[in-house]
């Protein structure tokens, strides 16, 4: 069968006739994929976003930038604090909170070829990412005798397993009309030197998640946004599937959000150096943005202020408070989030159909970052959280230099032995893991256990336990 001269000649217009350049050897099954992949693509606006973006360097950096503001945990008096809890409080007791999931990344870099959210982080239980995070959000509603919807963003490769795995875990304690799934769109990744779209396989087009940023068109599309404002949810806490002491619903954060009118509030840690690399919150002209690492500058990101600190203190992990008609606005306006372009080393197949592994980036791939609604935000806000308190992410596998599982595993340990230590317990040098369920902070640690308590063993405090 020859190649069909209709899809050759749009292909022609913009430079991509080699997409078909193996269809003499395709089944009629692989060139039906194949062609349902091209369909997917926008061809005009790869080609604007390449002529654009795919051969441009860092960007330039105004000159009028500054700290952002900020609530920092320095600075924060025990009024404030209980101000804003108790604000946080009453959103979640009313109702008023939905919460987003980004879990549309694969764990391919932790050498698991599943959905990162499948991934057992327990350092005891051995529990998934997902049942982590859910079972703190299933704390929070208990805490306050409320529904917290859940709304999880997938990708194509992710989309199926999720939905699975949730199905035959009974939605991991949820209420099935509680959680709702919706799925980003993709791009496809293009070759740095000529912009020509790359084949993953002879029939397969190279194309993966268009960034976290896809979430606000996919909410949008899948009627999440509808959906939230029929069940009367205002405010939106969004987070990664990738930190298991990712903060669910922290009172604290929707309190300020709530306390400083903002419509996007963002957690932020004190970097551990300026060479860090996060993403740095910045103001510049009453509008905030997050610059990443590898566009910002040594001498901006070493500054010291006349405390001693970093001028350019707040990274970012990914931890948003959003007001819905806020998102909704966004939503309407199709170019609220622009495009990125990063450089990545992307397998293919060339023209002889032999599969290509590169040893330097050789493509560009286009992404849409949330962050990038920032600086339409009224009042935008920072909101400093402690470390070890609510950062831990799982990357990269073990051997490499951080956001390793072993490292995440640590990081959960210290901080429930810290829990139980405040309430009063001995903890010998042994591993503990606490279920949300059993506690989920000292207060409630304090609570469960008398003082002088001794831990010498490893020990999971769970629902069941006797401890």
């Known amino acids: 069968m020859e190649r069909p001269r209709e899809w050759l000649s749009r292909l022609a217009k913009y430079g991509q006739e080699h997409l078909l350049q193996h269809w003499d050897a395709l089944t009629a099954a692989e060139r039906e994929s ?59 007791a009313e109702g008023k909170v939905g919460m987003i999931l980004v879990a549309g990344g694969q764990g391919t870099r932790l050498g698991f070829p599943h959905p990162k959210g499948l991934f057992p982080i327990g350092p005891l239980s051995r529990r998934t990412l997902f049942q982590v995070l859910v079972d703190r959000l299933l704390a929070v509603r208990r805490r306050h005798g409320v529904s917290i919807p859940l709304w999880i963003l997938t990708s194509p490769a992710t989309d199926a397993a999720t939905r699975d795995y949730f199905r035959k875990h009974n939605y991991l304690g949820l209420p099935e009309e509680d959680v709702f799934f919706f799925c980003q769109g993709t791009m496809p990744a293009v070759d740095r030197a000529t ?54 619903c922290d009172e604290r954060m929707i309190g300020y959000h709530l306390e400083y009118s903002s419509e996007l509030t963002s957690l932020a840690v004190a970097k551990r150096g300026p060479e860090e690399r996060v993403g740095h919150f910045v103001e510049r002209a009453g509008s905030v ?4 690492y590898s566009d910002f500058p040594e001498e901006l990101a070493s500054q010291i202020d006349g405390d001693g600190r970093l001028v350019y203190w707040a990274g970012s992990i990914a931890v948003h408070v959003m007001n819905r008609a806020f998102l909704q606005d966004a939503a309407d306006e199709a170019e609220s989030l622009p495009y990125h372009a990063a450089w990545k080393k992307t397998p293919f197949v060339d023209e002889r159909g032999e599969r290509v592994e590169p040893t330097e980036p050789n493509s560009v791939k286009f992404e849409r970052f949330i962050f990038d609604l920032l600086p339409r935000a009224h009042r935008p806000l920072v909101v400093e959280v402690a470390r070890d308190e609510a950062f831990a992410p799982v990357k990269n596998a073990d051997g490499a230099a951080s956001d390793t599982p072993s490292s995440a595993r640590a990081a959960m340990v210290n901080l429930h032995r810290r829990w139980l230590q405040q309430a009063g317990a001995h903890v010998a040098d042994v591993p503990v893991e606490i279920h949300p369920l059993w506690a989920d902070g000292p207060e409630e640690v304090a609570a469960r256990i008398e003082r002088g308590m001794v831990v010498e063993r490893p020990t999971y405090f769970h629902t069941h336990c006797e401890e």
């Open 195 to 248: 912009g020509k779209i790359l084949l993953a396989e002879r029939h397969r087009v190279a194309l993966s998640p268009n960034g976290h940023g896809g979430m606000l068109a996919a909410l949008h599309e899948s009627g999440g946004l509808e959906r939230a404002g029929e069940r009367g949810i205002e405010y939106f806490f969004y987070g990664q599937v990738d930190n298991p002491l990712l903060p669910v």
């Open 289 to 292: 943005q997050i610059i990443e």
């Open 34 to 92: 194949l062609l349902a992949d091209i369909e997917s693509i926008d061809l005009k606006e790869v080609a604007l976003l390449y002529e654009a973006l795919g051969r441009r360097g860092a960007p330039e950096l105004p000159s009028d930038l500054g700290p952002p503001p900020a609530i920092r945990l320095h600075r924060e008096s025990a009024a404030e604090r209980k101000r804003a809890v108790e604000a946080g409080r009453r959103a979640l």
